[in-house]
């Protein structure tokens, strides 16, 4: 089974349009996130969410919409792509303060053309 | 800001040996918990080590130890007995506290390539 899923892992399309990442785990943690990867390979935060309630947004264009409709879950939506956008965009989880670890999903690689 | 840097870029070590990858960081919290990640080419994130910082002991996870200098905010990684399987990205990262959702700050990561 795996652990934290998103889906699709490869996403290409044009500027201009609208596309979703999916992320759901099964591992029971509370706090899920979305990192983007630059093409340098720097992981940088983007949003934290903590039983569903938003904690941080880390200065993300409003294009960027995350959703979470319940805590096994969140979403990310974005819209009016733009080149810049062309990253690896990873979802993770955690179980809050107990720093035991965060298991990150796969990624899914999107390329806007 | 809690900030982590990676000095090194790329590192290179021999099949067998021992290499040792640096991280420094800066934060004014006593307590906190600081980790390392390995992305191999698949891109998968795989947590390497974690080391809690009221804790004096340093970690260690079979072939992986940590050097941690908690005074130096220093916090770098050894790997003995390279392995092959072991050339990848690795990140060095400081976990942020609950008014960011414990989130994770990276370094800019260190390019290791284990030669035969």
């Known amino acids: 089974d795996t652990a934290v899923s998103q889906t699709p892992k490869y996403l290409v399309t044009q500027m201009g349009n609208d596309k979703s990442i999916k992320c759901e785990q099964n591992l029971g943690h509370d706090t899920m996130y979305w990192y983007k990867q630059d093409s340098k390979k720097f992981l940088k935060i983007m949003f934290s969410y903590n039983n569903k309630e938003l904690i941080i947004n880390e200065t993300v264009p409003n294009r960027f919409s995350p959703k979470s409709p319940d805590k096994a879950h969140l979403n990310l939506h974005i819209n009016s792509l733009e080149l810049g956008d062309s990253a690896v965009y990873f979802c993770a989880s955690s179980q809050g303060g107990r720093g035991l670890g965060y298991t990150f999903g796969s990624g899914t690689r999107l390329t806007v053309v | 800001a809690q900030t982590v840097t990676q000095s090194q870029p790329e590192m290179s070590v021999q099949e067998a040996e021992t290499v040792t990858l640096s991280c420094t960081y800066d934060?004014?919290?006593?307590?906190?918990?600081l980790f390392w990640y390995k992305q191999p080419p698949s891109r998968q994130m795989i947590l390497v080590i974690r080391q809690e910082a009221y804790k004096q002991q340093n970690a260690t996870e079979n072939r992986f130890s940590v050097n941690f200098q908690k005074a130096a905010k220093s916090f770098s990684l050894k790997i003995s007995d390279s392995q092959l399987g072991d050339a990848a990205m690795y990140f060095c990262a400081y976990r942020r506290g609950s008014n960011s959702g414990y989130a994770l700050n990276f370094g800019k990561g260190t390019s290791l390539l284990v030669t035969p």
């Open positions: 934060t004014s919290e006593s307590d906190y918990y």
